[in-house]
Nanobody, 118 residues
Framework: QVQLQESGPGLVKPSQTLSLSCTVSGASITTDYYYWSWIRQSPGKGLEWMGAISESGGTYYNPSLKSRTSISRDTSKNQFTLQLSSVTPEDTAVYYC??????????WGQGTQVTVSS
């Protein structure tokens, strides 16, 4: 059974860097031919795709967030991570990791709330 689990701090101060990890079980981020994505949902707004990393390590970003976003991976832990720099209260959201958005191999994590506040 494929499972994705987000982890990271629930509270981040403005101007700091938000860092989240997604631990994957039941699948491999290096051998399964899928894109592994980060998505967020801010209060009262729809889902926003932030970016993805492929099984080969290629990265792809939402142009609106590209200057502040970095996605990487730790293959020894079967994890991929999100870093969002220079956060503001507008970055407060539930952050999700997911596999194969819109595809037959789609799985989502349960999501983790991140609040940006001083």
């Amino acid at each position: 059974q494929v499972q994705l689990q987000e982890s990271g701090p629930g509270l981040v101060k403005p101007s700091q860097t938000l860092s989240l990890s997604c631990t994957v079980s039941g699948a491999s981020i290096t051998t399964d031919y899928y894109y592994w994505s980060w998505i967020r949902q801010s209060p009262g707004k729809g889902l926003e795709w932030m970016g993805a990393i492929s099984e080969s390590g290629g990265t792809y970003y939402n142009p609106s967030l590209k200057s502040r976003t970095s996605i990487s991976r730790d293959t020894s832990k079967n994890q991929f991570t999100l870093q969002l720099s220079s956060v503001t209260p507008e970055d407060t959201a539930v952050y999700y990791c997911a596999r194969d958005l819109g595809g037959r191999g789609n799985y989502w994590g349960q999501g983790t709330q991140v609040t940006v506040s001083s």
